[in-house]
């Protein structure tokens, strides 16, 4: 009888920690696993790595708060999946910040600001950034802020 009983138990021991193992496993699949899968939006490939890209030039002399091109050209339109990845060139002999005057964060590539990702563009450096939402995304360099320039994003075929 003894041998029985303690067979019994361990057999109980055994089943509630099969369920407590599967509830857990469970319980961490639905609220935890897949909310962190979720959390990034999916971005259609072509949005991620679009086909063209945008160039901005930083001109020589942008520091200089009487000329006023700078960002060259200072407003640019491109459509999502097409040419929404945007290269900032500094082409100017110091360096310069592309730093969004909204704090525009993207959902997928995070802060529009270069002071965030490699911090000032050094001279003869690009700084790029891929807008994966349309919209209006108005920029200035932190140090000079007069230099300002705006980005369109069009929604395109998306
Ligand atoms: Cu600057």
Redesign the pocket.
Known sequence: MQGLSTQNYAAGISIITFVLVVTISMAYYQFIYIPAVNEKPIVAAAILHPPQTTQINILPG??QPSQTKNFEPKQISADLGMANKVIWKNTDSVP??VTSDTNYNDPTFGKFNSISHIGLVPPGQIFNFTFTQAGEYPYH?E??PW?TGKVSIQKGKF
């Open positions: 942008s520091s310069h910040s360099c140090p000079h230099m």
